[in-house]
């Protein structure tokens, strides 16, 4: 059974063909002199592809079985992982589109967002340090003083120090409101006392220095989330020279049990047990969540990605066991269900791959794109976000579970690595917010926020999309056409019933908010599908012979048929959220 292969073709079709990155992206000001296009694509994705093939993929069974460890305050990470960052950072890939004026890259978001579904697919538990270090990096970067960037960025960027988020504190969970940690303000900086859990790669020396952010409580700061202070804590403190020095009071407690990425060292952090650790106020007082949320979102879209990676990965395993494994006197693969299950890890995984590129050139052009854009651009990608992080994890642990089921009785047993997939990715739906909050954040901030406007510009485009379709008049577009019709009726039905429900009873639409999020991510996924048929479509007659073209099409019309009628049923449920759900007694469950 073959080791992981990153997905090229459908990689660079999306990127050159579909969103035609070197037209949007390569005429704006910040990508001129980078030759977005074709050739850079193809150059990007191969050397990327070999990193995630030759090195982070062979890790993953040993990372696995040889989970990271933590004794008397010192982390060992799984054999390998430490050489395989250090190769990872060689090659500049940490900020592969952090702004070159603090070190990094200056590449667009879109392939930063290929790339890090290639270092998911090989090995997600060593996919998660560079995931949040550029996250603290970009927080850094959003809020940080000229100092604090001129210190930090440069070596964060380049992989000689990685950071860290450090939120969640034992019985806290998602309310940071009533989080214990605290900050005594001393001179120019602060000591940090308190204890966090769950920190991701929390402690390591894989790099020189390991740059934590902070969420802790100034002694004067009010009650709840609105007096919560974010601050640089580094692992070593940073000499004038900018190289690490003395060793700060921040020290790992123990290393979690977990089901999963067993590869990632996730911490129990203690600051200052000794003389208190030294901590840099990051931008305002009492404004700590506001700047976290820089790092958050981030996190959140790449999380979305993980799911991506990992089923693409479970996908490929599974389809390899399917040719190779004979029951009946053929392969397996030419069982119907078998055939089945494994259409409905690539269509779903193909959609789930053209919405999140889809978006990544959104968060592109909402930064660096045509000013009088820019503003709808950002909500669009507001509201893309929690879909993102949501449905693409929902779908990812479907997914990985499929693969399991393919493999049969081996599938089960950890020999095959099949389950590896479902096990790992089973923490994306909790962590960076559980989909429950997405859900929430979707229903009554992105949508309540605007009336539903911005949803109504993106149904707009779909229901163009599928104008489009008919007008191809092509017995091979219609079946996708007319599935992704109906789908967009229902969803125009239960985003008008949503909004209605914010205004009189705002229970109600907490309640049909998962199915919401979910039927969203269904539609959006088949609209991206039914982009790619349409486009397919003009290749062929424009007479191209390329099989993956009549892949497409075909994709698309299976996803149509057994995946976007899903929306259907979360429809039925969004109407009946005022229902048994609100009427039911708490102390019956």
Not at 234 to 257: A, I, M, Q, T, W
Request: with cysteine.
């Amino acid at each position: 059974m073959g080791i992981y292969r990153a997905p090229l073709a459908d990689m660079s079709f999306i990127i050159d063909e579909l969103l035609d990155a070197g037209g949007v992206l390569g005429s704006l000001a910040d990508f001129a002199d980078y030759g977005v296009g074709p050739d850079l694509t193809t150059a990007l994705l191969d050397e990327a592809a070999k990193l995630a093939g030759d090195v982070l993929a062979p890790l993953r069974r040993v990372g696995d079985e040889h989970p990271a460890t933590c004794s008397e305050g010192v982390v060992t990470v799984s054999p390998g992982y430490d050489d395989a960052l250090r190769q990872f950072a060689a090659g500049g890939w940490v900020g592969i589109s952090a702004s070159v004026d603090h070190g990094g890259q200056g590449l667009p978001e879109l392939y930063g967002t290929a790339t890090h579904e290639m270092w998911n697919s090989a090995n997600l538990a060593l996919a998660l340090a560079p995931l949040l270090s550029g996250g603290a990096a970009l927080a850094i970067a959003a809020h940080g003083d000229e100092q604090q960037k001129q210190t930090y960025l440069g070596k964060m960027h380049s992989g000689e120090w990685f950071g860290t988020m450090n939120l969640t504190e034992s019985g806290a969970g998602s309310d940071l409101g009533v989080m214990k940690a605290r900050a005594v303000p001393e001179g120019d900086h602060y000591r940090i006392y308190g204890q966090k859990i769950f920190i991701t790669w929390g402690d390591h020396d894989a790099t020189d220095n390991i740059i934590h952010l902070v969420l802790a409580k100034l002694p004067d700061s009010s009650q709840g989330s609105s007096g919560i202070s974010l601050f640089i804590v580094p692992k070593f403190l940073v000499n004038p020279d900018g190289n690490p020095g003395e060793r700060n009071d921040v020290y790992p407690v123990s290393c979690e049990h977990k089901l999963g990425i067993h590869g990632s060292p996730t911490c129990v952090m203690a600051f200052g047990d000794n003389e208190g650790a030294v901590g840099y106020l990051l931008g305002e007082e009492n404004r700590g969540l506001a700047c976290m949320f820089t790092m958050m979102n981030e996190a959140r879209l790449k999380v979305g990605i993980q799911a991506l990676g990992a089923a693409e990965g479970a996908f490929q395993k599974a389809a390899a066991y399917a040719r190779e494994r004979v029951q009946g006197g053929v392969p397996i693969i030419e069982h119907p269900d078998v055939k089945r299950m494994l259409l409905t890890m690539k269509s779903l995984t193909e959609a789930m791959r053209a919405l999140a590129y889809t978006e990544a050139m959104t968060n592109d052009l909402a930064h660096l794109g045509p000013e009088e854009a820019r503003a709808g651009m950002r909500a669009r990608i507001d509201l893309m976000t929690p879909v993102i992080k949501g449905w693409l994890t929902e779908v990812g642990q479907e997914l990985t579970s499929v693969g399991v089921q393919v493999h049969g009785g081996m599938g089960y047993v950890e020999e095959t690595g099949a389950a590896q997939y479902f096990r790992d990715v089973r923490i994306t739906s909790i962590y960076e917010g559980t989909n429950g909050i997405q859900a929430a954040d979707l229903v009554a901030r992105k949508l309540g926020r605007d009336g539903g406007a911005t949803m109504a510009a993106v149904l707009q485009e779909i229901r163009t999309t599928v104008a489009e379709l008919d007008a191809t008049d092509d017995p091979r577009i219609s079946p996708i056409s007319q599935a992704l019709a109906v789908s967009l009726a229902d969803m125009e039905a239960s985003t008008a019933y949503l909004l209605d429900a914010l205004k009189d009873d705002v229970s109600v639409a907490l309640g049909a908010s998962f199915e919401y999020l979910m039927q969203t991510g269904y539609l959006f996924g088949g609209w991206q599908l039914a982009r790619s048929a349409r486009l397919a479509l003009t290749r062929l007659q424009e007479g191209s012979d390329n099989v993956f073209y009549q892949q497409k099409i075909a994709t698309a019309v299976f996803y149509s048929e057994q995946i976007l009628p899903r929306c259907a049923g979360h429809a039925a449920v969004v109407v009946s959220a005022g229902g048994s759900l609100q009427s039911y007694p708490i102390d019956w469950i």
